[in-house]
């Protein structure tokens, strides 16, 4: 089982940036895609934008693309997104996922192994 830890998260206004990082404690993760999901009270789980074994990037929507990054280092076992100019409805608890395929899904039922998540608040 794959261990992950999100960190990045917090309280920002509205048009803040944040970097959101996720560390996993197995090796040989570069065959494995990795990926960004979210989860706002009361919604269910959506997919953010994930990165395949080469690097490649999916993104959920074409909106989010517009204003997140994601990105992993397969050397330091690493996921990352970065978000620009937040929006009040981008809070949410965002949460890294490890799928043991080469290639992203956007169902949060393709992903085995999740992190605890970290809470970005977004304030208008």
């Known amino acids: 089982q794959v261990q992950l830890m999100e960190t990045g998260g917090g309280l920002v206004q509205a048009g803040d940036s944040l970097r959101l990082s996720c560390a996993a404690s197995t090796l040989g993760l570069n065959t494995y895609a990795m990926a960004w999901f979210r989860q706002a009270p009361g919604k269910q789980r959506e997919f953010v934008g994930g990165a395949n074994w080469s690097g490649d990037v999916t993104y959920g929507t074409d909106s989010l693309q517009e204003r997140f990054t994601v990105s992993r280092d397969n050397v330091k076992n690493m996921l990352y997104l970065q978000m620009n100019n937040l929006k009040p409805e981008d809070t949410a608890v965002y949460y890294c996922?490890?799928?043991?395929?080469?290639?992203?899904?956007?169902?949060?039922?393709?992903?085995?192994?999740w992190g605890q998540g970290t809470q970005v608040t977004v304030s208008s």
């Open positions: 996922a490890v799928r043991r395929s080469l290639q992203v899904a956007g169902r949060a039922s393709a992903y085995a192994d």
